[in-house]
């Protein structure tokens, strides 16, 4: 029972730094390497709270994080995403299952589509120059909250 208790306070304080993602990101569109960093550093203990073993539970949440931030890290390469949001997705994928990365990532994109007509809408009608910065931190950070939600509450 204590672990369960152990787990879901795991879970919140993921959630306590999703949010802070989301709203800096929103902000200043800056997703510190701190709290990036917080993430990817409280994933290790998540696993062993969660009865994983090294072979092949964690092992496997490594390549996912890696497979993840190599994908996205190209996207980066393009210009198509922050760097801050490469790493917090990596982060991310320490936390899940590839199973719940893949639907992070489908979360994401849908949600990412709905913040990227928000802030061109916003970026038109205050007349601002140049292209909008599209604060995609908020969509990845939502999708992790819509994942953790259900075993918090």
């Known amino acids: 029972m204590m672990g369960e208790y152990f787990r879901v306070a795991m879970l919140c304080l993921l959630g306590v730094l999703l949010i802070v993602a989301a709203v800096t990101d929103l902000r200043s569109r800056i997703i510190s390497n701190r709290l990036n960093l917080a993430v990817a550093a409280l994933a290790p203990i998540w696993w062993v709270a ?6 092949p ?3 496997a949440q490594l390549l996912t994080a890696a497979i993840v931030f190599a994908i996205f890290a190209g996207l980066f390469s393009l210009g198509w995403m922050g760097g801050g949001d490469v790493k917090l997705l990596g982060a991310l994928a320490l936390w899940f299952p590839w ?3 893949m639907s992070l990532i489908i979360l994401m994109a849908v949600l990412g589509g709905l913040v990227t007509v928000a802030t061109v809408i916003h970026h038109r009608m205050t007349k601002r120059l140049g292209q909008p910065e599209i604060p995609y931190g908020v969509a990845i950070s939502l999708s992790a ?4 939600w259900p075993t918090i509450f």
Not at 50 to 55: E, I, N, Q, R
Not at 145 to 148: A, K, N, V
């Open 50 to 55: 969660s009865g994983m073993a090294v072979w």
């Open 57 to 59: 539970d964690m092992a």
């Open 145 to 148: 909250l819509w994942l953790i």
């Open 99 to 101: 199973q719940g990365v």
